[in-house]
């Protein structure tokens, strides 16, 4: 069947909100199956933690830990604050987006796999996801061919994939991970910013189908 539906889904690793929606974008994708053409967009939460913690009034990770916490409460989904008590945070997760990238460009299926066990690594055993030893480690553990994951990341192509899914999102307007963006096949089209809740994106996406019918 060819896909009638098509979905962009905007997220970064680190992202506590996007772990947290990892079990609701699953339901989708399910309810869906091989009507959808289904693209993961990386966009970095941050570029340097300094910075992304003066933004909200911080100063020191472990600050930041009862937000997760908060996060962890208000989603029912299970995170450990870890990472941020005990100052293991990226100090960049566009690196952790980029092996995210090129790990999807070498085998779309394992780099999927990729993309949710470091958010296992971050959020449930407090690793920092930003050591490309253990980003490297991961990838191996997985099956992806380290020598093809290392070309993509040498040769510019994971990078200028990634800059692709950034300066897609400046042009769509998100401002907020998760985000979903639905489009049918006449280009209508439904953006959802920072919601979780499957039923709502099985609504959008079956409303679209029938539009487009």
């Known amino acids: ?16 909100w996007s772990y947290a929606a ?12 091989s009507r959808l053409s289904f693209r993961h967009r990386l966009f970095p939460l941050y570029r340097n933690i300094a910075e992304f913690l003066q933004k909200h009034g911080l100063s020191s990770q ?23 008590e005990t100052g293991q945070a990226p100090q960049s997760t566009e690196d952790c987006c980029l092996f995210v990238e090129a790990a999807l460009l070498s085998d779309p299926v394992k780099g999927e796999a990729f993309l ?5 690594l971050a959020f449930l055993e407090g690793r920092d996801i930003g050591d490309p030893e253990l980003l490297g480690q991961t990838a191996t553990a997985l099956g992806i061919d380290r020598a093809r994951l290392e070309d993509l990341l040498r040769s510019g192509v994971a990078l200028a994939a990634l800059a692709k899914d950034q ?41 679209l189908i029938r539009e487009a019918s």
């Open 62 to 84: 472990q600050e930041f830990s009862p937000r997760i916490e908060k996060v962890s409460r208000m989603t029912g989904v299970s995170m450990s604050p870890r990472v941020w």
């Open 1 to 16: 069947m060819e896909p009638v539906l098509f979905a962009d889904w905007y997220t970064d690793p680190f992202c506590s």
């Open 116 to 120: 949710s066990r470091l958010r296992e």
């Open 167 to 207: 300066e897609k999102a400046r042009l769509e307007g998100v401002t907020v991970r998760p985000t979903l963006i639905l489009t049918n096949s006449e280009g209508d089209r439904v953006f959802i910013g920072g919601l979780r809740n499957p039923d709502l994106f099985i609504l959008a996406g079956e409303t």
């Open 22 to 33: 990892e079990g609701p974008i699953g339901a989708f994708r399910q309810h869906f199956g």
